[in-house]
């Protein structure tokens, strides 16, 4: 599935949720970066367990008197490094308590000190935050598609929030390490489907007053729908 010649490469950064360096959801973020790299993309990715374990506390009291955040592990150069640096972000969580991991949370709260208005240069921090693509993979033991709506939707509102394009969503049912595997809808290869057009996808979001043409497909139309399975 060769990309769009015209189309530069771009960085595709996976954030793994799960504290199983094997578990289902980062085989799934894996397979994601497996496809944008099998196109040219430079991929990476972040085993959030390890590189922000800290939670996010008052930054009243404990930011520093320039300004910079006081907490000590790899958050800061994750964020700034990887995520302000990406075209495209992969969100990878198994499904606890119907909602993301708390390593996926925390991810999202510790934002926070770097955009709010009391960091330095929250106002370049927060340009560069907006406006990316992304990708949520999702690992579930339960078949139920209300087991995923609570996460999907909460994805859809941060998404909102940062100026993102969801582009697609990709469930694997399994519960034992790296039992999707054993799907037989093949997430994994959907995963890497997805991946690949992750730069191609065209995520509609349609209003009342939305102009738009009368027919979606074109001939010289080379994008594919938001991608939900």
Known sequence: MPTDPSESPKYVVGLSASPRRRGNSRLLCEAVLEGAASVGHRTELAHLPDV?????????????PD????????YRDLFFN????????????PIWWYGMAASMKNYFDRMFCYY????PDSATVAQRL??????LVLSAE?????????IVHQMQEVCRYLHYDLVGCVTGIGNKTGEIVNDPTDPLAAARELGARIFQIRQTDYKLDTVRPGRVWHEDNKSFPAYWR
């Open 52 to 64: 922000a374990p800290a939670m996010l506390r008052n930054c009243r009291e404990c930011r520093r």
């Open 116 to 119: 709010a208005a009391s960091y």
């Open 130 to 135: 907006m406006g990316k693509r992304a990708v």
């Open 67 to 74: 300004g910079s955040c006081s907490i000590e592990d790899g």
């Open 82 to 93: 990887q995520v302000l640096e990406a075209d495209a972000l992969v969100f990878a969580t």
């Open 142 to 150: 339960e078949s139920n598609m209300s087991a995923r709506l609570g």
